[in-house]
């Protein structure tokens, strides 16, 4: 599975940004997909994520303001965020889980700075 992430950027304050990953390759596999971000000097952590079922969960301080969703048909999964914080500033990782055997797959990474 190879996963195309895209969306990040230089955003205000209080402004939106919509990221975008194309999944391809051994799609059939996919169970879960998903959004992890890594601020520097911290970890990985869930920012949120969607079964194939649309089952979402998202981390506590993005509630509200983050909204994932799905396309089960293009394979693909966006992550719109609205009323973005300079806390949100990361490195975005999109993700997939294997349906078989857990394994995740990993984007390369799209860079989200909110100035203040």
């Known amino acids: 599975v190879q996963l195309q992430a895209s969306g990040g950027g230089l955003v205000q304050s209080g402004g939106s940004l919509r990221l975008s990953c194309a999944a391809s390759g051994s799609i059939l596999d996919i169970n879960a997909m998903g959004w992890y971000r890594q601020a520097p000097g911290k970890q990985r952590e869930l920012v949120a994520t969607i079964s194939k079922s649309g089952y979402t969960i998202y981390t506590d301080s993005v509630k509200g303001r983050f909204t994932i969703s799905r396309d089960n048909a293009k394979n693909t999964v966006w992550l719109q965020m609205n009323s973005l914080k300079p806390e949100d500033t990361a490195v975005y990782y999109c993700?997939?889980?294997?349906?078989?055997?857990?394994?995740?797959?990993w984007g390369q990474g799209t860079q989200v700075t909110v100035s203040s």
């Open positions: 993700n997939a889980v294997s349906r078989l055997s857990f394994f995740n797959y």
